[in-house]
């Protein structure tokens, strides 16, 4: 019986380790534009059904509830929270915001499309529109290099002025949504890409059949809340402290049983 509860205690650590990961993760991007937080969920481990409910108790009786013996927790999988982040008015007529639901989408070296909420692009050597890292936003858009300002539109489409103060409209910024956006693989800077759980992408324009509007000249924050996370960052480690010492107090009764026997 003592085994069976150190080993249920054991996972209790593993569980509120993982929990505590996801919570720094959360903390340590803060303040990564366009950030989603991660929410860690759990569930039980299977049980050892000792007595089923309804079993005979006696020739005439039953038993009203069973025995039944938990064997602990583990990490069932990591949910993104896709609330909205806050704005932030950047002045840079490169930087642009999602009002809404979808995500930009940009070509990877592998050749994939990889989609982000992360609007803080810029402009490669040859002009194109490409992300802080160099990936070229889809469709790719090309901006004259005798081009004095870019602006962004809420449909997306993006205008350039040129020297003699002339307005051409160079191109569009297509949106993609999901079915289950949750279920969208994130593979680090910034990136996410499809799997079988999101569904194929719904790409269209700005504000379009559920899309979001874009805001030109703004950036989205991370959706971060510092207080939330500290909060569930205390009760991550009381939750970890119980179960090490729920180890402790079973250890000292194992200890106790061995010295009595």
Request: proline share 3%.
């Amino acid at each position: 019986m003592s085994f069976g509860a150190l080993h249920v205690a054991r996972t209790g650590l593993d569980a509120q380790g993982f929990r505590m990961q996801v919570i720094a993760n959360n903390l340590a991007n803060v303040n990564t534009t366009g950030f989603k937080r991660d929410r860690a969920s759990f569930e039980t481990l299977s049980y050892q059904m000792m007595t089923a409910p309804g079993a005979p108790s006696s020739a005439e009786n039953r038993y009203a509830t069973g025995l039944n013996l938990g064997t602990g927790v583990a990490l069932s999988g990591t949910a993104r929270i896709d609330t909205q982040g806050t704005f932030a008015t950047t002045g840079n007529g490169l930087d642009v915001a999602i009002d809404g639901a979808g995500y930009f989408q940009v070509q990877m070296p592998d050749g994939r499309i990889g989609y982000t909420r992360a609007g803080n692009f810029g402009r490669s050597a040859d002009g194109t529109l490409v992300t802080s890292d160099g990936k070229p936003v889809q469709p790719q858009i090309q901006i004259a290099e005798d081009a004095t300002s870019v602006s962004i539109g809420a449909d997306g489409t993006v205008s350039a002025t040129g020297p003699d103060g002339a307005i051409t409209e160079l191109g569009r910024i297509e949106i993609a949504r999901f079915a289950n956006p949750a279920g969208l693989q994130a593979i680090g800077n910034n990136l996410l890409v499809e799997t079988q759980s999101s569904g194929a992408p719904q790409v269209g324009g700005a504000g379009e059949e559920g899309r979001g509007s874009l805001r030109g000249g703004m950036l989205e924050g991370s959706n971060v809340n510092v207080v939330e996370e500290l909060v569930d960052m205390i009760e991550t480690q009381r939750a970890y402290e119980v179960n090490s010492k729920m180890i402790s107090a079973t250890d000292e009764m194992m200890k106790n049983a061995a010295q009595t026997l």
